[in-house]
């Protein structure tokens, strides 16, 4: 549906029912499927025929959902995983293993940071994390020969700063990896990674995919372009034969179009099992019918929310990429649709931490979870909960300051949401 707009692809994508099926993707809330033989079966196995055997690697359901996604994204091939971590995590692990580099903006979610700094280094991966403002130069002097990939996320969560698709996708692609980047807060309503360099895309669906706090689920989608052969040298896994799966060499098999999900779905679903239920694929579905108009919503909300906040005198700084002179103002029009990036805004309240604790304590409609991006409207204090691991150096790194506020705008009305946060800001 790639000829479709946005708008028809997220209603109608994905799932196109033959005559007399039904109209609505079906939920297959089954663990195991039945054939006839055992050659049948086989088959899949060896990774020969399509189709279903059991659903910890693969689901009829979520598949419909991912096709979805993959079609609003423009890429060629994805996939559904339990969570945005669990999608990230498999993004990189498809490609690096122990041994082996990747580089990452700094300026990233803080579960994120975790996974790569503490966890995937455990598992003999290193990892640099590099500012999202580094100049050419500095990004160059990143790449080791063991590099596989280089990270980063279109709009990050909570820092807001906005990826330079530019800058990272050539450096990249010049050693020959990959640009993966992670699109949650902007949604492919907003931008398309793949229309500016990238290779691989990850989503926490369970951020605005789904829109109503329902359902925790990751997504990955693949391009198509990037050609694995070509670099065979540096992802063996992919151009090298699998011995798990009777010697397949995937990029040689499914070629470019779809090596990286294939292998990421028989070798890493199978093993990890980090898979979606078909119930919350079936949420996922119906928050995604609706994303376009819902955005709109959202980053009105939170444009309004953001040139109030930068009026106020008890306020330091307001991080708001669509903000005519934020610091990514210009990189939000050249990469965001119409500049339109989400409904999160960040700001430094004065005071220091004490100042945001009493703050967010005196809200009405906003309320204090660890969540953002749904239909209601929301705030934390990410250096105390999100990013609580972090040090103060990894924390500034990041861009989240000790004082920084993340207001996540939901679908309330807007001159409600204002007054909400001017009467906690009178009380401080």
Request: aromatic share 10%; hydrophobic share 40%.
């Amino acid at each position: 549906m790639e000829k479709f707009n946005m708008e028809t692809r997220c209603v109608q994508g994905g799932y196109h029912p033959k005559n007399g099926e039904p109209r609505e993707v079906p939920i297959v809330y089954s663990t195991t499927f039945k054939y006839d033989t055992s050659a049948d079966m086989g088959k899949l196995f060896d990774l020969e025929a399509s189709g279903y055997f059991y659903s910890r690697l693969q689901n009829p359901t979520n598949d419909y959902v991912a096709n979805k996604i993959c079609e609003m994204e423009g890429g060629t091939a994805a996939m559904l995983t339990s969570s945005g971590q669990a999608a990230n995590f498999f993004s990189i692990f498809n490609i690096a293993t122990a041994g082996d580099h990747v580089i990452s903006s700094s300026s990233i979610y803080g579960g994120t940071f975790n996974l790569f700094n503490v966890t995937m280094r455990k598992m003999g991966i290193d990892f640099t994390f590099i500012s999202p403002d580094c100049t050419a130069e500095e990004l160059e002097k990143a790449f080791k020969p063991n590099t596989k990939a280089v990270f980063g996320e279109t709009i990050a969560n909570p820092a807001l700063t906005v990826f330079d698709f530019d800058k990272f996708s050539k450096a990249a692609h010049a050693h020959g990896v990959p640009l993966i980047v992670d699109n949650t807060f902007a949604t492919p309503v907003n931008c398309q990674p793949f229309r500016f360099g990238a290779d691989i895309v990850t989503h926490s669906t369970t951020k605005y995919m789904d829109g109503h706090g329902s359902a925790v689920g990751g997504a990955i989608v693949d391009h198509g372009t990037f050609d694995w052969m070509a670099h065979a040298d540096k992802f063996p896994g992919l151009c090298t034969p699998d011995e798990s799966y009777h010697g397949i060499v995937y990029a040689e098999k499914f070629g470019k179009e779809g090596a990286f999900i294939t292998k990421a779905t028989s070798q890493l679903m199978r093993d990890f099992g980090s898979i979606q239920s078909p119930m919350s694929a079936y949420f996922l579905n119906l928050g995604l019918e609706s994303l376009h108009c819902r955005m709109k919503q959202h980053c009105a909300n939170g444009l309004a929310l953001a040139e109030f906040l930068k009026g106020s005198d008890k306020v330091e700084a307001v991080n708001y990429p669509s903000l005519p002179g934020d610091p990514y103002y210009e990189l939000a029009q050249k990469y965001l649709t119409n500049g339109a990036s989400c409904g999160v805004v960040s700001f430094q309240i004065r005071g220091g931490r004490a100042a945001a604790e009493a703050f967010m304590k005196e809200l009405k409609i906003f309320a204090i979870e660890t969540h953002v991006a749904d239909a209601r409207s929301c705030c934390l204090h990410p250096a105390s909960s999100t990013h609580r691991q972090l040090t103060e150096e990894e924390l500034i790194a990041g861009g989240v300051a000790p004082n920084l506020i993340r207001m996540s705008c939901g679908l309330e009305n807007t001159e409600d949401l204002i007054q909400d946060v001017a009467q906690a800001l009178e009380k401080i």
